[in-house]
């Protein structure tokens, strides 16, 4: 693995040329960064996401930049199961016949509130769309995945993942989970190698998700999805090959840009 870089991560133009990659919460944030990077690098993006009209944004702006071949997969992961996301394979087998990789980006916050308090009801939603979605997803997908050369899977966990703290409830646990989930996965695939499974952190980012458990910082003060992308690319493309069971930090990589 290479050293944690101050330069910025600086990946061919055609990175992801020829490859497949599943985005969820492609519409917003920072997964729309990725979906848009990824594109720009070569991949033709799967655009999954609850609200449609922010998908079909994201492939509006694909379209008239990339000559790749975005879809736009509406779905809300609340009611992710089995059956929904063995559709979404068959889909994605009929559309491109192949998968090289999966960004699990979509994230509920949940209520900022203790465990005394917390809604059960809220946690069994943040629960499902963080973790068992995440689970779901993987497992329908994994023939498509065992089949390419060099399939990347990443996780997205956060430092309440990794230490709980107060008031952040279900979405800290699932970022706990999560990361079982990434190591599980990681040494299972580990030895046959063409699959690889890791977690990244995109540390305080200026989004929604961070202005709703944040309200009263500067979002201004944060920096921009585009500039984690040298991360991201790094992870779903080629030069992470052998790298896995591993988590990053935003920073590892700046931004190529
Ligand atoms: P945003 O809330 O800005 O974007 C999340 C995206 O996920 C949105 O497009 C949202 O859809 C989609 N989404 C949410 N729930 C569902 C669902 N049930 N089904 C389908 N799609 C859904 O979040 P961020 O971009 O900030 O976060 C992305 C990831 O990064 C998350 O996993 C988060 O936990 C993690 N993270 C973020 C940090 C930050 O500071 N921003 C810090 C650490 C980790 P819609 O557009 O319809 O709302």
């Not at 991560?9 to 848009?36: F, W």
């Not at 990077?37 to 991949?43: L, R």
């Not at 994605?92 to 999966?102: A, K, N």
């Not at 540390?203 to 944040?214: D, E, K, P, V």
């Amino acid at each position: 693995m290479p050293e944690k870089a101050d330069r910025a991560y600086s990946p061919r133009a055609d990175l992801l040329a020829g490859r497949v990659v599943l985005v969820t919460g492609a519409g917003d944030g920072i997964g729309r960064a990725a979906a848009l990077a990824y594109a720009e690098h070569g991949a033709d993006v799967v655009l999954l996401g609850r609200t449609e009209h922010k998908l079909e944004a994201v492939f509006d702006l694909i379209e008239a930049s990339t000559e790749t071949r975005p879809v736009v997969v509406p779905a809300d992961l609340l009611h992710a199961s089995e059956d929904a996301a063995t559709i979404l394979y068959h889909a994605i087998r009929r559309e491109y016949g192949r998968l090289d990789g999966v960004l699990h980006n979509a994230g509920l916050l949940g209520p900022r509130t203790s465990i005394a308090e917390y809604a059960v009801s809220d946690w069994l939603e943040v629960m499902h769309v963080n973790v068992n979605a995440a689970f779901i997803v993987t497992r329908a997908m994994m023939p498509l995945l065992e089949e390419s050369d060099d399939a990347s899977v990443v996780f997205t966990f956060s430092g309440v993942g990794r230490r709980g703290r107060a008031h952040w409830g279900a979405y800290a646990v699932s970022k706990f989970a999560l990361e079982g989930l990434m190591e599980v996965l990681a040494d299972e695939t580990a030895r046959a190698g063409r699959i690889r499974v890791n977690s990244l952190n995109p540390g305080a980012t200026r989004t929604a998700m961070r202005a709703a458990a944040y309200p009263h910082e500067d979002p201004e003060t944060l920096p921009p999805p585009e500039d984690h992308m040298g991360l991201y690319l790094y992870l779903m493309g080629p030069d992470s090959k052998g790298v896995t069971g591993q988590r990053f930090d935003a920073g590892f990589w700046s931004s190529p840009h």
